[in-house]
């Protein structure tokens, strides 16, 4: 035998004794891990999860696993958590062990585990903080958000009444009003709604949220490590996202030019002045990179969530005419034709508030939940979850919990109303998430939602082109987000 092959030999062998051990010791390790599937190499379960429908694939294996087990998406092994009990358990008992951001591939190579939404340890802490102050104070003593909120409503009559009760898609008529909410918070100004760039940024968002949907972004989670390198669709949302991180990189560049630190207009000159502050710090976390990255997790959310939902809440309404007709009769009887609508009006109508909590709940904008990571070996229900286990909360499983919602997959207000008819509080409405990672933006979203609602059929009602009873509500792509389908309506003058 040649002494090359022999040599080839030997090394195979032991490559093969080394995979043998390794094996043998991710095995012992994870011992205590949830049931689940038994994976195949290199596909995983796969033969059990369907790329084109992750979250009915999920709640099939809670049938036969029950509300946790394991699944492995190709050689990514992950904890799923399905119903309100698991994932209360989960993410607000424990919720510290918990509290780590997991991968989420399709995007980490944007992000880098920089910005508030995809960081961990120190950082996140620092930004999440530092965050929520400037949300929540909005940092500037300028005007509150909501008169931002109704102002923008404002606009938005505007650009409805020019529709002269014809048939048009809301989309982007949606997307611009919200996405002017977010904007004036964290650039200081809001776009005229011509404005090109701005219509290419939201077309941009868009997009993005449509391509983290598909089932290539599944596969893309799945083989990061090899689909990096291939070409094909997978990469547009990457190239998607560099843009809006090209263009807030030039605010960015504009506000560090004409900052007065005494005078701070927005998100972005508040973190620079932080910035100032911290300079001299180490350990600090306010840089350059990390403020691009936080802006662009605020615009992107604060853009898309709420205007899918609003596109959704349209549907719903115009599926379930009755529906609608009692929240008019509530607000021509709350707020009538004369004023404004205003955030303290909800405590006064409490159809309607369920009304909107069940366009949320059923919209179900993000159903497999943003992937989390125990930051310790973890102790969970009896089973031992590594440090650094990805875990998947399933918050549409907790959205349609049977054992709190008497209508699971049914449009029905009640389940946020008691017999007198008021609102009542359902521990399993978690469209924001819960616990330490909860959307930061989860005050604004409700305001925004209430406020657009309102204000919208204060001034018009909702005219369908097709039948009730033809109007489809699924999704037309469902997998990290569900979007809402395309659609036109018209709007009646009232």
């Not at 040599?7 to 689940?36: D, Q, V, Y």
Request: hydrophobic share 40%; net charge neutral; proline share 6%.
């Amino acid at each position: 035998m040649e002494p090359g092959g022999a040599l080839t030999i030997i090394l195979g062998i032991c490559l093969s004794c080394l995979a043998l051990l390794s094996a043998w010791k991710r095995m012992h390790k994870e011992g205590k891990l949830p049931p689940g599937p038994t994976p195949l190499p290199f596909i995983g379960n796969l033969l059990h999860v369907s790329t084109e429908e992750t979250f009915k694939s999920f709640l099939a294996l809670k049938d036969k696993y029950g509300p946790v087990f394991t699944v492995y998406l190709g050689p990514r092994r992950v904890v799923v958590l399905c119903g309100h009990e698991a994932v209360k358990e989960a993410l607000v008992d424990q919720a510290e062990d918990f509290s780590g951001r997991g991968e989420l591939a399709s995007i980490d190579r944007n992000f880098n585990g920089f910005g508030v939404a995809l960081a961990n340890g120190e950082r996140w802490r620092q930004l999440r903080r530092f965050s929520l102050t400037v949300l929540r104070n909005f940092g500037m003593g300028k005007r509150s958000i909501e008169e931002r909120i109704q102002e923008e409503a404002q606009y938005l009559m505007e650009e409805f009444r020019k529709t002269k009760g014809l048939p048009f898609d809301p989309t982007f008529f949606l997307s611009r009003t919200v996405s002017n909410v977010i904007s004036s918070v964290v650039f200081g100004s809001r776009f005229d709604y011509e404005d090109q760039t701005f219509l290419s940024l939201l077309r941009m968002i868009n997009e993005s949220f449509i391509e983290m949907s598909t089932p290539w972004a599944q596969l893309y989670d799945m083989y990061s490590s090899i689909m990096q390198y291939l070409p094909g669709r997978h990469n547009r949302i990457y190239y998607l996202i560099e843009d809006l991180k090209d263009f807030i990189a030039e605010k960015v560049k504009t506000n560090q030019a004409t900052l007065d630190r005494n005078n701070p207009r927005d998100f972005i000159d508040c973190f620079l002045i932080q910035m100032e502050k911290e300079k001299g710090n180490p350990s600090s976390e306010f840089n350059v990179k990390n403020l691009i990255l936080t802006t662009l997790n605020l615009f992107f959310a604060g853009t898309e969530t709420v205007s899918s939902t609003l596109r959704y809440g349209f549907l719903f309404l115009m599926k379930h005419p009755e529906v609608e007709e009692k929240v008019l009769q509530e607000i021509d009887h709350v707020i009538g034709h004369n004023r404004i609508p205003a955030s303290e009006d909800r405590m006064n109508m409490p159809y309607t508030d369920a009304v909107i909590h069940e366009i949320q709940r059923l919209t179900d904008i993000v159903p497999m939940g943003v992937p989390h990571t125990v930051i310790r070996d973890t102790q969970f229900r009896g089973y031992l979850l590594p440090k650094g286990t990805d875990v998947f909360p399933l918050l549409g499983s907790v959205l349609r919990d049977p054992k709190y919602f008497s209508h699971p997959d049914r449009f029905f207000p009640g389940h946020f109303l008691d017999e007198q008819g008021r609102f009542k509080k359902n521990d399993a409405f978690v469209p924001f998430s819960s616990g330490k990672r909860v959307c930061l933006g989860e005050a604004m979203a409700r305001m925004e939602l209430f406020l657009y609602f309102t204000t919208i059929l204060q001034n018009f009602s909702l005219k369908p082109l097709v039948p009730p009873q033809d109007i489809d509500i699924t999704p037309r792509v469902s997998g990290f987000g569900n979007i809402p389908p395309t659609y036109q309506l018209c709007l009646v003058p009232r």
